[in-house]
């Protein structure tokens, strides 16, 4: 079997992972511009949708393009996110790290 073909699942798991770590950025962002409550409380959810699009993409793209099993799709999926969640707490941490 080619080598290469029983690794292409890693190339979508990191790019949606990226685009984990790109929403959350750009929605916290946005959320920390607000002028008030609300309008914070509102961009904080519509990160919610952001992500459930990026991870119905993901699981429509193993299912049908790459014709993954279930089982194959359920351990893709989630490790995109787990990867975009690193990121994002690693990010985060960094930015509240005081410079020396």
């Known amino acids: 079997m080619n080598v290469l ?48 699009a990026a991870f119905a993409a993901h699981v429509a793209y193993e299912n049908f393009r790459r014709r993954n099993p279930p089982r194959a799709t359920a351990w893709h999926t989630p490790l995109a996110f787990a990867l975009g969640a690193f990121a994002l707490a690693a990010v985060g941490l960094a930015r509240t790290r005081p410079s020396s």
């Open 5 to 52: 073909g029983r690794q292409g699942w890693l190339r979508p798991v990191l790019l949606v992972g990226a685009v984990y770590l790109a929403a959350g950025i750009a929605f916290g962002a946005l959320a920390a511009g607000s002028a008030s409550h609300q309008m914070r409380l509102t961009w904080r959810l519509a990160a919610w949708p952001a992500s459930a």
